[in-house]
């Protein structure tokens, strides 16, 4: 089992960056893919990007790609989600999600931290 906790949300300009953190507790982080999502008010939740087990391998959606980059620490068991270029769009609650699988479908997940809000202004 693991547990996970978001950070590094906040409010930036249009333009801006941010860098969430996704920190997790147990000796078997390093077994787990991990995945970034997001919500906004009265949507579903959406793939941002995922990560493999050993980092080696990663996907971001298309909304994202060229702005995002997902990456992971095994030994501070903390994946990194770095936001670029921020847009108006990009406002949403963060996800961080663990599973076993190499998977951009939500539901797939067994793990989920609680999220991180994040707002960009125009």
């Known amino acids: 089992q693991v547990q996970l906790v978001e950070s590094g949300g906040g409010l930036v300009q249009a333009g801006g960056s941010l860098r969430l953190s996704c920190a997790a507790s147990?000796?078997?982080?390093?077994?787990?893919?991990i995945g970034w999502f997001r919500q906004a008010p009265g949507k579903e939740r959406d793939f941002v990007a995922v990560?493999?087990?050993?980092?080696?391998?990663?996907w971001h959606a298309d909304s994202v790609k060229g702005r995002f980059t997902i990456s992971r620490d095994n030994a501070r068991n903390t994946v990194y989600l770095q936001m670029n270029s921020l847009k108006p769009e990009d406002t949403a609650v963060y996800y961080c999600?663990?599973?076993?699988?190499?998977?951009?479908?939500?539901?797939?997940?067994?793990?989920w931290g609680q999220g991180t809000q994040v707002t960009v202004s125009s």
């Open positions: 999600a663990a599973d076993t699988l190499f998977t951009v479908t939500a539901h797939n997940y067994d793990y």
């Open positions: 147990g000796r078997t982080f390093s077994r787990y893919a």
């Open positions: 990560i493999n087990i050993s980092g080696s391998s990663t």
